[in-house]
């Protein structure tokens, strides 16, 4: 039986939550082994790039995580974005590396990138499903895509051949339908993504001191994020802070980030489907203040902070939070909240999977 999430009230506003996933035992040490230290490939089609540094820079972040953990690792990267042939490419890759070193497992980003580790028998093969390879790609209307119905239909195949299964958000795990499979959502830097003066971080990014800005840190042409819908919010907010602007931030380095997070009013999140938003845990460690539909598990990421809201996906229920928001003029105390999941905490679990499935 699935565990209920947290919503919405009568009144269409958040409600606080009792549910706290991922509090790491402070005690927690390395299981006892014959090594102390893990070789691991990381196959992954997410990894940032010259020409988008920003594109799967969390990716990137996790894997440094475990180093002080005693996690080495080599990265294959495959670049779907630029062909789908890239796969195929990717198995010959791969087995060029494990012939040049030995690994103790497998660790793969996504779930195309999965197939492309498990087409090997030598090494053990942990999966980390990301969102849309598990809950599909859907268009505006909520329809899943062929291509998403792909992705949904290959994960769940794929989940049950691996050794083990990571998975972002609990409504992840309910559609896999598979009860091993353990919730590790990525963590957040908190000393990356820290509070620092608002204005400060609007002259180093040249905005306008007087604007009030709501961050968009995704792609506007990817539908499931509906910038369609954060536009119309915007609209309508605008007629009672005319000074509301949207701000961009699609392609950023992770390294800049913070500089948005903290130059910015409100982070508004109103996609279709989500695994577990990297965007409202960076917001929450930076203290700025959240409205989000109830998706992935936004919900648990905000939790009872106050000046985060949880709002229907619905213009104007956004816009009326916006304008909330921008009234208040006042930072939230979401860092406090989110330290749960801070990129060590999170690095301690993956290690207990790697444990899990590697016998020295």
């Given amino acids: ?17 009792r549910y706290n996933p991922l509090r790491a035992d402070p005690n927690w040490r390395p299981p006892k082994t014959s090594m102390t230290s893990f070789r691991v490939l990381v196959v992954t089609n997410l990894w940032p790039t010259e020409a988008d540094p920003g594109f799967g820079s969390f990716v990137q972040a996790q894997m440094e995580s475990l180093r002080p953990l005693g996690v080495e690792f080599d990265v294959l990267f495959i670049n779907g974005r630029e062909s789908k042939w890239n796969y195929l490419r990717g198995i010959r890759e791969l087995r060029r590396r494990l012939r040049a070193k030995r690994y103790d497992l497998i660790h793969a980003h996504f779930g195309l990138s999965g197939w492309v580790a498990r087409c090997q028998f030598q090494a053990p093969v942990v999966v980390s499903f990301m969102g849309d ?18 992705l949904q239909a290959s994960s769940f195949a794929l989940a049950r051949l691996v050794a083990a299964v990571i998975v972002k958000s609990r409504e992840m795990k309910s559609r896999l339908r598979l009860p091993s499979a353990r919730i590790i959502p990525n963590g ?13 971080a609007r002259r180093t990014l040249g905005l306008d001191a007087n604007k009030k800005f709501v961050l968009f840190p995704y792609d506007p042409a990817e539908e499931r994020k509906r910038f369609d819908l954060i ?50 845990k960076e917001a929450m460690a930076t203290n700025l203040p959240v409205v989000t539909v109830d998706v992935g598990d936004a919900a648990e990421l905000i939790g009872p902070t106050e000046g985060c809201f949880l709002v229907p996906r619905a213009a104007d229920a956004l816009a009326a939070e916006i304008v909330e928001v921008c009234r208040r003029d006042k930072r939230t105390n979401g860092r406090e909240w989110i330290a749960r999941l801070s990129m060590e905490n999170v690095a301690k679990q993956i290690v207990e999977v790697y444990a899990s499935v590697v016998r020295h």
């Fill in 1 to 17: 039986m699935v565990e209920p999430r947290g919503g919405l009230n009568s009144a269409g506003k958040r409600r606080l939550l």
């Fill in 133 to 150: 390879d598990v809950l599909g790609r859907p268009k505006r209307s909520g329809r899943i895509t062929l291509y998403g119905r792909f």
């Fill in 188 to 200: 957040v830097d908190v000393d990356l993504f820290r509070p620092m003066d608002q204005q400060e």
């Fill in 231 to 280: 536009e119309a919010a915007v609209a309508q907010a605008r007629q009672e802070v005319p000074q509301l602007e949207i701000l961009p931030a699609r392609g950023v380095p992770r390294e800049r980030m913070p500089l948005y997070m903290n130059a910015a009013d409100v982070l508004v999140l109103a996609s279709i489907f989500e695994g577990s938003p990297n965007a409202v």
